[in-house]
C-alpha cells in the first residue's frame, strides 16, 4: 500500500515556480486555441499543486472546451475510461487520495462529465481537508446531473459540514422532491433550518451587544467549556505525538478522544495523519475501517427507531400528526435491509483482515463465521468454523452455526451432529443458547420427516418459552401431520 498523505502536499519553492511556468504557458496555448497542449500543462499544474483552486477551476473548463460543453465529452469515452475508472476505485479504497485525484483527472480528459469520477474526487478533495474542491468538484457534476439524489446528498452535506446551511437546506429539499420517501432528507430540511436560525437569525441584538441574551450566553459556555475539556484532553497527545510520530498508539488515543466528544471528521484525520510517519501501521488501518463503519450504524438505528415509531402510531392513531410527510413501512424496511448488507459486507472484510493478521486469536474467525452465513457464504463460513470449533471456549456455539450452515445445505446428517453437539457443550446457564438450538433440532427434524423427534424437542423448548419463534404453532401442526400420516 502506498503511504497515504492526509493533508495536500505544499510544494516547494522550486516545484512551485515550475507550476506557475506551466500555467502561463497553459493561458499562452488557451489563446492559440491548443488545448490539448493546455490540458497536459495544466495536469501538471494540478499534480504539482493539488490544492489550488484556480489550477484546477482553469483545466475543467479547458476540458469541457475541448468538447464543446456537449455534455458527454469523447464519443469513444465509454471505451478509454474504464481503466482509469479502476485505477481510481483501487487509490480510494487504499486512501491514496492523491492518486485518485490524478488518476480522475485522466478519466474527466476523456468525459468532464463523469458523475462517479467527480463524486470520488470530490471525497479525496474533502479527506486532504480541501473543502473548497470538494464543493467545486460536485457543483460541476450537477451542470449534467441537477437534479441526482446521490449527487445532491452529497453535496448537501459538504455544505452542511462547512456550516452554509442555507444552500444545505436547498439541496436537501431537492433530494426530498425527488426521493418523497427518503428519511435523511425529510428532516435534514427541518434540523438545519434550526441551526440556521441559531447561526444567523434571532440573536443579531445578543451578537452585536444591543441586546443580552442569557440562553445564548449558557449555550456558548457550554461549548467553551467542552471545547476547552477536548483541548485538554487531546494536548498532551499531540504533545507525545510530536516528540514519537512513529508510535500508531498515540494516534490511536488521539482519535479515541475524538470520538468521546463527537467529532468524527477529526478521529480520522487524526488517524490518517498517522498513517505516513508509522509505515501505514496495521492498527491505523483497522481502526479507519472501524470508524468508517460508525456513520452506517447510527443510520440503521436511525432507521430502525423511525420502524419502532411506525409500529406504535399504527396501534394509535394520532389526528394531530399531519404536518409530516408519512414514510412508508416498506420503504424503510428497504432502506434497513440495505444497511444490514452493507454493514455486514464491511465486517466481513475487517474481522477477515483481523484473522489473517491475527490467526491464533479464535474469536476473529468466530466473527467473520457468523458475518459469512449471513452473506449466504455458506462455504467459507463452514471452513472458518471448523476451525473455531478446536477452541475449547467457543465449542457449543461454533457448533450450533455449523448446523446452521449444514442445514442451508440440505445436509441434515452433519447439521443434527453438529448441532447435537451444540446441546451437549453448552454451559448450565445458557439458556438463550439452548433454545436456540432445541429449535434448529426440532425443525430440522420436522423437515427430515422425523415428526416425533421434532414433537419431543418443540415440547422441551416451549416448556422453556412458548412464545419462542411461534414454536407453539409450529407443535400444532407438526402434531397435526404426524396425525394425519
Known amino acids: 500500500m502506498p503511504p ?25 496555448a488557451i489563446a492559440s486555441g491548443n488545448l490539448d497542449y493546455t490540458i497536459s500543462l495544466l495536469l501538471t499544474c494540478c499534480k504539482i499543486d493539488p490544492a489550488n483552486f484556480f489550477y484546477r477551476q482553469t483545466l475543467r473548463k479547458t476540458q469541457k472546451e475541448k468538447y464543446g460543453n456537449n455534455l458527454r465529452g469523447s464519443r469513444f469515452a465509454f471505451v478509454s475510461t474504464p481503466r482509469w475508472k479502476g485505477k481510481v476505485k483501487a487509490a480510494k479504497r487504499s486512501r491514496d487520495y492523491l492518486k485518485v485525484l490524478e488518476h480522475g483527472e485522466q478519466v474527466l480528459c476523456r468525459n468532464p462529465w463523469d458523475k462517479g469520477t467527480q463524486m470520488d474526487m470530490s471525497e479525496a478533495f474533502d479527506a486532504l481537508g480541501l473543502g473548497e474542491l470538494a464543493v467545486f468538484s ?14 445532491n446528498r452529497a453535496l448537501a452535506r459538504l455544505f ?24 435523511e432528507a425529510a428532516h435534514k430540511a427541518k434540523d438545519l433550518a434550526a441551526s440556521e436560525t441559531i447561526q444567523r437569525g434571532h440573536y443579531e441584538e445578543a451578537a452585536a451587544g444591543t441586546k443580552d441574551s442569557p440562553v445564548v450566553g449558557r449555550i456558548e459556555a457550554r461549548a467553551v467549556e467542552k471545547q476547552d475539556k477536548l483541548v485538554r484532553e487531546a494536548d498532551p497527545i499531540r504533545k507525545r505525538i510530536e516528540a514519537d510520530p ?26 490518517q495523519q498517522g498513517l505516513g510517519p508509522t509505515g501505514n501501521a496495521f492498527q491505523l488501518q483497522l481502526a479507519l475501517m472501524e470508524l468508517d463503519l460508525v456513520p452506517l450504524r447510527k443510520e440503521l438505528e436511525l432507521t430502525e427507531a423511525k420502524l419502532r415509531q411506525l409500529a406504535d402510531r399504527s396501534r394509535v392513531v394520532d389526528d394531530d400528526e399531519g404536518d409530516e410527510e408519512p414514510v412508508s413501512a416498506d420503504d424503510l424496511t428497504r432502506l434497513r435491509a440495505k444497511l444490514l448488507k452493507e454493514i455486514n459486507s464491511r465486517e466481513i472484510e475487517l474481522f477477515r483482515v483481523k484473522a489473517d493478521r491475527f490467526p491464533t486469536e479464535t474469536a476473529h474467525r468466530f466473527e467473520l463465521g457468523v458475518r459469512l452465513i449471513k452473506s449466504d457464504l455458506v462455504d467459507e463460513a463452514i471452513r472458518e468454523l471448523q476451525q473455531v470449533k478446536k477452541d475449547e471456549r467457543f465449542v457449543w456455539k461454533a457448533a450450533l452455526y455449523l448446523g446452521m450452515c449444514f442445514k442451508k445445505r440440505n445436509n441434515w446428517r452433519l447439521a443434527q451432529r453438529n448441532l447435537e453437539d451444540a446441546l451437549g457443550a453448552l454451559p448450565a446457564n445458557e439458556e438463550t443458547g439452548k433454545k436456540e438450538v432445541l429449535f434448529q433440532l426440532a ?38 401431520r404426524l396425525q394425519n400420516a
Open 246 to 271: 512513529t508510535e500508531p498508539s498515540l494516534y490511536i488515543q488521539l482519535a479515541n478522544v475524538y470520538r468521546k466528544h463527537a467529532q468524527d471528521d477529526r478521529a480520522r484525520a487524526a488517524l
Open 138 to 151: 460536485l457543483d460541476q457534476a450537477r451542470q449534467k446531473f441537477p437534479r441526482d439524489v446521490t449527487l
Open 443 to 480: 425443525t430440522g427434524s420436522a423437515d427430515n420427516g422425523d415428526l416425533a423427534r421434532a414433537i419431543d424437542l418443540g415440547h422441551e423448548l416451549a416448556n422453556m418459552d412458548y412464545a419462542f419463534k411461534g414454536i407453539g404453532k409450529l407443535l400444532d401442526e407438526w402434531t397435526d
Open 160 to 183: 452542511e459540514k462547512r456550516g452554509d446551511y442555507q444552500k444545505a437546506i436547498f439541496l436537501w429539499q431537492l433530494v426530498k422532491e425527488a426521493s418523497p420517501h427518503d428519511v
Open 4 to 28: 497515504l498523505t492526509p493533508t495536500a502536499p505544499t510544494p516547494t519553492p522550486e516545484l512551485k515556480r515550475i507550476a506557475e511556468d506551466s500555467f502561463t504557458r497553459a493561458k499562452e
